[in-house]
């Protein structure tokens, strides 16, 4: 940003729209409005964009702070990655196959599968289902009556929205080894909550999305490099040839109405005068930012409270995992990513665990969670137990997503305010899915589609059509 306090206008004299934060949220509001002709400016605190999906580096090695996946039904983060030319970067398994790996059998370690065949739904998980070797037969069963019935709720009903998920599997008939060897094994990773803790709705939306909707929906797919070459070189490298004005280390003091209707958007040291403006940051720092009148409780989004994200990164001397990644019950591991090629390890081997809902590791120290993680590792990995450890860290976010709890749905707002031309947007507002990449980027759109609508610009059609597809 330049020194002293200046005005920037568009120097066409048309349309501009002032994003504030340059996470997923941010950078799709800013693509959208782009590509309808409106002049942007994004605005992002931090010195990178990609928001709480990024990359840092750490001696040789380019480091994701977590390991973030998506399914084939995230049709707008797949959207998002198109946009930007990156889905050969993060492409996705040609077939849902899930290697979950359970030490704490009394016969010893075993390896089951959650995989899906060729088939209608339910039938393509018929088969991974009958032969799930961590299910009794009656759990087996079981799970597929609630299945059913899971597949008969409305997600949008708010009835289900004040109920917890796990009080609901109980009253269908789902044990605690059901609820740990498949509900939580997936509700966990996407919800960022245990079912106990997570609002019926929004779990209803995730299984029926990803397992009751389409034979592929759950398909998995993550990235091959750096979350970084993603969410910030190549977003930034779309941006610039969108024509968006993208400024780093440039965080957003105050938002005002001007006596014209227009905005004032200050940063240190310039003021912006823009037609729209969205706020594309967390909830907390939206409320500091929202002038008086624009939401009718904006002491809501207080209410709206977090998770956390535990990571875990560990770099081998030699090679101890052969497949790409793997779920674990029996042990405090939940999900375990290789991460060498990524990476740009040259030798050896580098894990990352990811671990949602962390909340008795967030705050331990890096020797007590050394201690556990690699004696976990060591009970799962049969090859870890001779190798030797390089090097062990962990990454913390406190605040990962908003948390799934009952009652959430009521709390996040939608992307309009009261205020005409002031939009929100962020993966905690009303887009109905949890805090994930695609809640992230269909809240984007959501924004832009309604700043567009009050600018009376088109919308670009290719921005909806993720929106068919769904």
Known sequence: MTHGTRSH???????????????????????????????????????RLGGLAFSFQRGGLTVDNGQHVYLRCCTAYRWFLDRIDAAALAPLQNRLDV??????????????????????????????????????????????????ALKGLDPADPALDSQDFGGWLAAHGQSKRAVEALWDLVGVATLNAVAGDASLGLAAMVFKTGLLSDPGAADIGWARVPLGELHDRL?????????????????????????????????????????????AVPQRETYGLLPAGALDAPGRLLEIGTAPILNVHVVYDRKVLSRPFFAALGTPVQWVFDRTGASGLK?????????????????????????????????????TRGAEVKDFFVTRERTATFAPAPGVGRLRPGARTKAPGLYLAGAWTATGWPATMESAVRSGVSAADAALSALGRPRPRHLFEFEEAA
Request: hydrophobic share 45%; aromatic share 4%; charged share 25%.
């Open 347 to 383: 030798s050896g081997q580098y894990l990352a665990l990811s671990q949602s809902a962390a909340w008795d590791g967030i705050d331990e120290p890096v020797a007590v969670l050394r201690a556990r993680y690699l004696r976990e590792l060591e009970r799962l990995l049969p090859l």
């Open 235 to 279: 977003a930034r490298k779309a941006l610039d040839f969108a024509g968006v004005r993208t400024e780093v280390r440039t965080r957003v003091t105050s938002v005002s109405r001007h006596t014209n209707g227009r905005w004032r958007v200050e940063v240190p040291g310039e003021t912006l005068d823009a037609d729209a403006v969205v706020l």
């Open 99 to 148: 290697p979950v790996l359970d030490v704490a059998r009394p016969e010893g370690r075993r390896l089951g599968r959650l995989r899906r065949d060729a088939l209608p739904v339910p039938l393509h998980l018929g088969r991974s289902l009958a032969t799930y070797p961590h299910l009794s037969l009656a759990d087996r069963a079981r799970v597929g009556r609630a299945a059913l």
């Open 9 to 47: 206008e568009p120097l066409d004299g048309g349309r501009h729209a002032v994003v504030a934060g340059g996470g997923l949220a941010g950078i799709t509001a800013a693509l959208a409005l782009a590509d309808a002709g409106v002049r942007v400016t994004l605005l992002e605190g931090r010195p």
